[in-house]
């Protein structure tokens, strides 16, 4: 057998150990996320699974754990794995349990941010353009057309990863997932509606018993018992609403994107570091450098 041959089955079967050896439970109280009775303090980064291709998933996955990353988190693109309605694909750098078992094997957790609504500067916030031409569908509001799309498509996410016991309920490494995204942004412009499609989606979010508790950033009005989460440069000052969920802060801005004919946007490492210890300080227990 080959040195290559050698290696690729020594990986498969560290990475089957380590897979097996994940937590079962996982809950949370004011304080922190609480991973089989123990509180954790959890340091995350994002790595967006088809902005590279699976090649190089292990090496960014393996520098994250070595730069200290307990956590990996990324939004799952709803355009990438149905592109057209009912026709889905999960090969290539849309292979998502891939990406998954990947991080498992480097003994990492997951936060995976079913959205699926994703912004992530990614074209048309992940939405597939199909989405668009149904009869009668509003995005992000109490619509019947987009609540039945949304639906079906973060069940078969949930599904999905089921399939593969990849929930940490099932031993798996995913102990976090997200509906919606920064709705609470825009929900000003939605009014009533808006409320009660958030309340709905919570509910149908809770409805698919992962086993592991869900979140939504951005989101002051967040139903329990979902967490709500602080995006932003800063998040020392925020509290979550209410005092049974801790103090989580899903994407810490390591740096901006470029926009045409403005300055380049730069944050000095030395502010970051900071904004993140003052996180912690003040009572933070799970923080993601985002991107």
Not at 115 to 142: Q, S
Not at 157 to 170: G, P, T
Request: proline content about 6%; some cysteine.
């Amino acid at each position: 057998m080959r040195l290559t041959q050698v290696m690729l089955v020594l990986h498969w079967f560290l990475g089957v150990y380590v897979y097996a050896s994940f937590c079962s439970n996982v809950t949370y109280d004011h304080r922190a996320l609480v991973i089989d009775g123990k509180r954790r303090l959890l340091i995350s980064g994002s790595i967006h699974y088809p902005r590279s291709t699976p090649q190089m998933w292990p090496d960014l996955i393996q520098k994250s754990k070595d730069g200290g990353i307990d956590v990996i988190e990324t939004y799952v693109f709803w355009n990438l794995h149905e592109p057209v309605r009912g026709q889905y694909n999960f090969e290539g750098r849309g292979d998502l349990v891939g990406f998954v078992k990947a991080v498992a094997a480097a003994g990492l957790y997951v936060h995976l941010r079913i959205g699926p609504y994703a912004c992530a500067e990614w074209n048309y916030g992940g939405f597939p353009l199909w989405l668009h031409f149904i009869p009668g569908i509003k995005f992000r509001t109490d619509n019947e057309p987009f609540k039945a799309e949304m639906k079906r498509f973060t069940a078969k996410i949930v599904d999905l990863m089921k399939q593969e016991n990849l929930y940490a309920s099932q031993g798996g490494p995913i102990i976090l997932s997200q509906i919606e995204n920064e709705y609470g942004n825009v929900d000003i412009h939605y009014g009533p509606a808006g409320k009660s499609y958030i309340n709905w989606a919570a509910s149908m979010a809770t409805s698919l018993d992962t086993g592991v508790p869900w979140v939504m950033c951005q989101q002051v009005n967040a139903p329990d018992p979902i967490i709500n989460t602080c995006n932003g440069f800063y998040c020392d000052q925020f509290t979550p609403n209410s005092d049974n969920k801790p103090k989580m802060w899903t994407e810490n801005y390591s740096g901006w994107f470029f926009a045409f004919g403005e300055a380049v946007p730069y944050r000095p490492v030395e502010d970051l570091a900071f904004a993140v210890a003052r996180f912690f300080q003040r009572g933070g227990t799970f923080q993601n450098y985002y991107m």
